[in-house]
């Protein structure tokens, strides 16, 4: 009897472990049902996510061609450095050691790592390392597991700092704006390390120059270290555009504004802005503001130091003063007033008008106060109230040069395809004709062409000067310094093909300092020799000295301008 109690006893401790046994069986084969059947797809992009990465391929973006096909802005290759996240934080030695290789603080790299909300995605570090920096990190790859060395086209500037207010720059999409696309428009191609215009022509045609990425899918080990390529999604570059810009005008512009702007920065010069147009269509054919900065910067990545430059330099230059910067026209306003008066015969080209030197109504003085006397009409009306900028200038003077006609300033003339065929051509558009007789726009180029002849205000800048011009030179005051300076020109005279403006900021007298560039780019429009060039230099320290006596002294009727 004992016996067979003990061994009931036993049995129900068998029973008792056998159906916990079983038990646990049943939750782990349920678990595992889940994991494997309902949850599998889960755990098994989770696996494959720490196995393999996609890395981002950089599109290259459009090429910029001027007019006759040289290329202004285009891309190059170049190697940039990456991390590859692996889950776990940076060690400490690794990131000493990358940092001293790339000439970076430690902090700086940390902060890009610690900012990165994208997974598994690659973290750009550095842009156009190289060659020496790339051999380094080479030799010691073995200490840096997770970096990889790329080839990736950079956006390149070949002529630096060369109407970088029109071509604008780039820059690579931030966490926040990246967040932002993608909350707009869920399908959009831009993705982490995608680089986006930032300014300029850059922005205005991003979505044509940007092309689309690509990205390679690499099979990674533990530590995050490249170990083959499993697959490949080519990049599709952007389409290039075709810009009205002729290299050979824009470089002379450039040149001609940094010459002066080292002659007249002692004097209190600040900047300068200058635009050529052609006059029978709008097509711009150069355009310089003054100071410029350089967009290679941006593109490979811009460091403190550089952007606390360009940010505290008083003279602006991301700004584009010929289409952004306002200022009072000075003389050349005579050609809209004069007209105006002419054509509503409330003067005569021959009537005579007292200059004090002082508004009658108003504390308003002529630039630097002088006093002219009697004047005949020619020279009777000068500063405004009104604001214009260079771009509104060189309109107006194409309308007097063409016959009336206005066209729109444009700076495209094509975007093409990928294929390189023409997907949209740009060209001349009439906004309309100026209502005023042939006889009164024949008068005030009459008055223009006087300007430039002998006995004129820019009559010593183009003597000799092979091509008839037609110009005006222009003071105009400046509450906050020194006068602007103002020229405003057409070539040829009976035929005109090139529209010219220029402003100094605060330079002065516009013969002296706006004159000599509008003569240094018209010589370069015709192919004026270089001898002839030469010889003008010192026409123009001469005109620079006969226009500030001509301009401070009393003018007698007969005097032109």
Do not use: C
Request: glycine share 10%; proline share 6%; charged share 25%.
């Amino acid at each position: 009897m004992l016996e067979s109690l003990y061994k009931r006893k036993k049995t129900s401790r068998f029973d008792v472990l056998f159906y916990i046994v079983m038990g646990i069986f049943i939750i782990l084969g349920l678990r595992l049902f889940a994991m494997q059947i309902l949850e599998g797809g889960y755990y098994q992009a989770k696996a494959e996510g720490n196995r393999l990465r996609i890395v981002p391929m950089t599109a290259a973006r459009g090429v910029m061609y001027d007019r006759n096909g040289q290329i202004l802005v285009g891309s190059r290759p170049a190697y940039t450095i990456s991390i590859m996240p692996n889950g776990k934080p940076l060690d400490d030695d690794e990131l000493a050691k990358l940092a001293a290789l790339l000439h970076k603080k430690p902090e700086d790299i940390q902060k890009k790592v610690n900012d990165h909300k994208h997974g598994y995605e690659p973290i750009r570090i550095a842009n156009d390392i190289s060659m020496d920096v790339v051999t380094s990190i080479e030799e010691h790859r073995h200490e840096l597991p997770g970096v990889s060395i790329d080839v990736e086209p950079l956006r390149y500037y070949p002529y630096e700092t060369m109407a970088s207010q029109l071509f604008g720059y780039v820059g690579e999409v931030s966490e926040d704006e990246l967040a932002e696309i993608k909350e707009q428009d869920p399908n959009t191609t831009v993705g982490a390390g995608s680089i986006l215009g930032r300014a300029g022509l850059e922005k205005l045609y991003d979505s044509v120059l940007r092309g689309v990425d690509g990205g390679k899918q690499l099979e990674v080990d533990a530590s995050g270290r490249p170990v083959a390529e499993v697959d490949r999604k080519h990049t599709v570059p952007g389409s290039n555009i075709h810009l009205t810009i002729d290299v050979n005008i824009q470089k002379a512009a450039e040149e001609a504004v940094k010459k002066e702007l080292d002659q007249l920065r002692s004097s209190g010069a600040t900047g300068a802005a200058v635009v050529a147009l052609d006059p029978n269509t709008g097509a711009v054919l150069a355009m310089v503001s003054a100071p410029e900065f350089n967009p290679n910067w941006f593109a490979k990545g811009i460091t403190s130091a550089q952007w606390n430059q360009l940010n505290n330099d008083k003279s602006h230059p991301f700004e584009n003063k010929v289409i952004a910067g306002e200022y009072p026209p000075g003389s050349p306003f005579k050609i809209v007033t004069g007209t105006a008066a002419l054509d509503l015969k409330k003067v005569t080209p021959d009537e005579m008008i007292f200059d004090s030197g002082k508004h009658w109504l108003i504390d308003k003085r002529n630039a630097e106060g002088e006093a002219l006397g009697w004047l005949n009409f020619n020279r009777a009306f000068g500063q405004s109230f009104h604001l214009v900028t260079p771009l509104q200038m060189a309109v107006l003077l194409s309308q007097v040069a063409n016959g009336g006609i206005r066209y729109q300033p444009y700076v495209v003339s094509r975007v093409d395809n990928p294929d390189g065929t023409p997907a949209e051509i740009f060209g001349p558009k009439n906004l309309g004709v100026l209502p005023v007789p042939k006889n009164i726009m024949d008068l005030i180029r009459e008055g223009l062409r006087d300007v430039t002849s002998e006995g004129g205000t820019a009559g010593e800048l183009f003597k000799g000067f092979p091509v008839a011009v037609a110009g005006k030179t222009g003071t105009a005051e400046n509450a906050h310094g020194r006068d602007h300076g103002w020229f405003v020109a057409y070539a040829p005279y009976d035929k005109p093909q090139i529209v010219v403006v220029a402003l100094v900021e605060q330079g002065g007298f516009g013969a002296g300092s706006a004159g000599p560039i509008v003569r240094d780019i018209l010589s370069a429009y015709f192919n004026v020799p270089t001898s002839s060039s030469k010889s003008t230099d010192t026409k123009a320290t001469d005109a620079k000295t006969t226009t500030n006596k001509k301009e401070t002294q009393e003018i007698k009727p007969s005097v032109k301008e």
